[in-house]
């Protein structure tokens, strides 16, 4: 990579450049930082500037940088605290290269701040979500601002499904509307995401293709027969509950690798012999809908959405085999784990043994 770096880059405009001394630099990124000495200032100067450079300009900061600053500023662009610069009257199609692509405007800080944490990748990330599709099954208080954010993000295909009529306690800012009280929840909750997204597809996919997540936010425990099918298309699902006073994002899971919400439900009947006749009656939907804190439903959104961009971007997240959870007054998050059960039938149980 650093041999194919050009000496025409640019700070990222996610990063910052703080002087130390006449000749020192510290470049900051997120949480991180580098010092770099011996820039000289002409190149300093070069990586504010918002413009590529002229022919002329290149080859001449081309002649004036050693080979140590050639490989500092290679190793930056590669650390993502630098970027290469481009042209957008250029062709970049050619390279083949994602990083070579300018963003597009709306997800210009998006991919500046996913450098912070993947430096180079970032792009190629980015690029990625464009072809990644979540369905969000159900109408709680964080559905559509779940959907929203990851469209926001840059998730290419955000699909709501729910048959229900909008109702005032679902509005929160982000998603449905006080406005959107009594139209289809599909409908507002799709405005909600082109308001946030204009990009976005959220059109249902074509019968038989599958999404590669399915949020379900729903505030009561997921009914057997809705597990099932999940399992049986072997679609990756996510789940998150808001209570009064509480809010649970998790577990995450991925039919035939982790443990599955049965695991979860058969964990709390140990705990409790009465949870399965809770459980049903928990399923009655209630005449004024769930009570939820507007505040705590805005953290629980953006928690659900950061697990569900961290598995679609290839990580780990913290909700596999596992769930956050948020319990006021208490300001902190928690994570409770969730094994598989040994009484579990989910194909989960051979993958753990």
């Given at each position: 990579?650093?041999?194919?770096?050009?000496?025409?880059?640019?700070?990222?405009?996610?990063?910052?450049?703080?002087?130390?001394?006449?000749?020192?630099?510290?470049?900051?990124?997120?949480?991180?930082?580098?010092?770099?000495?011996?820039?000289?200032?002409?190149?300093?100067?070069?990586?504010?500037?918002?413009?590529?450079?002229?022919?002329?300009?290149?080859?001449?900061?081309?002649?004036?940088?050693?080979?140590?600053?050639?490989?500092?500023?290679?190793?930056?662009?590669?650390?993502?605290?630098?970027?290469?610069?481009?042209?957008?009257?250029?062709?970049?199609?050619?390279?083949?290269?994602?990083?070579?692509?300018?963003?597009?405007?709306?997800?210009?800080?998006?991919l500046a701040a996913l450098t912070a944490q993947h430096g180079q990748r970032a792009a190629e990330l980015l690029n990625a979500r464009r072809h990644c599709v979540v369905a969000i099954h159900g109408a709680g208080r964080v559905a559509a601002h779940v959907a929203a954010v990851l469209a926001a993000a840059g998730i290419g295909r955000v699909h709501l499904v729910d048959a229900d009529d909008v109702r005032l306690h679902q509005a929160t800012p982000g998603g449905v509307g006080p406005a959107d009280e009594g139209r289809r929840f599909v409908t507002a909750a799709n405005a909600a995401v082109q308001r946030a997204a204009p990009d976005t597809d959220t059109t249902p996919l074509p019968m038989g293709e599958r999404p590669d997540l399915v949020v379900l936010a729903v505030d009561e425990p997921v009914d057997a027969e809705r597990r099932g099918a999940l399992h049986a298309r072997e679609c990756a699902h996510l789940a998150v509950r808001l209570g009064a006073d509480h809010g649970v994002v998790g577990p995450l899971v991925i039919p035939g690798l982790t443990s599955c919400l049965?695991?979860?439900?058969?964990?709390?009947?140990?705990?409790?012999?009465?949870?399965?006749?809770l459980a049903v009656q928990l399923t009655v939907a209630r005449r004024h809908g769930a009570a939820s804190d507007v505040a705590l439903a805005t953290v629980?959104?953006?928690?659900?959405?950061?697990?569900?961009?961290?598995?679609?971007?290839?990580?780990?997240?913290?909700?596999?085999?596992?769930?956050?959870?948020?319990?006021?007054?208490?300001?902190?998050?928690?994570?409770?784990?969730?094994?598989?059960?040994?009484?579990?039938?989910?194909?989960?149980?051979?993958?753990?043994?």
């Open positions: 990579m650093p041999g194919k770096t050009s000496l025409d880059v640019m700070l990222n405009p996610a990063a910052r450049l703080l002087w130390r001394a006449a000749d020192v630099v510290q470049l900051e990124l997120g949480g991180r930082a580098v010092l770099v000495e011996g820039l000289d200032p002409a190149t300093v100067r070069r990586l504010f500037s918002p413009r590529p450079a002229t022919r002329e300009a290149s080859a001449g900061l081309l002649g004036g940088t050693d080979d140590a600053n050639r490989h500092s500023l290679a190793s930056l662009t590669e650390a993502g605290y630098l970027w290469p610069r481009t042209d957008p009257a250029a062709d970049t199609s050619a390279d083949g290269d994602a990083r070579l692509a300018p963003p597009r405007p709306r997800l210009a800080a998006e049965q695991c979860a439900d058969l964990h709390r009947r140990d705990r409790d012999p009465a949870w399965t006749a629980i959104a953006g928690i659900t959405a950061l697990q569900a961009l961290a598995f679609l971007d290839g990580g780990e997240p913290a909700v596999i085999e596992g769930t956050l959870e948020l319990q006021l007054p208490d300001w902190r998050v928690r994570r409770r784990s969730w094994p598989v059960h040994p009484d579990c039938d989910c194909s989960g149980r051979a993958t753990a043994q």
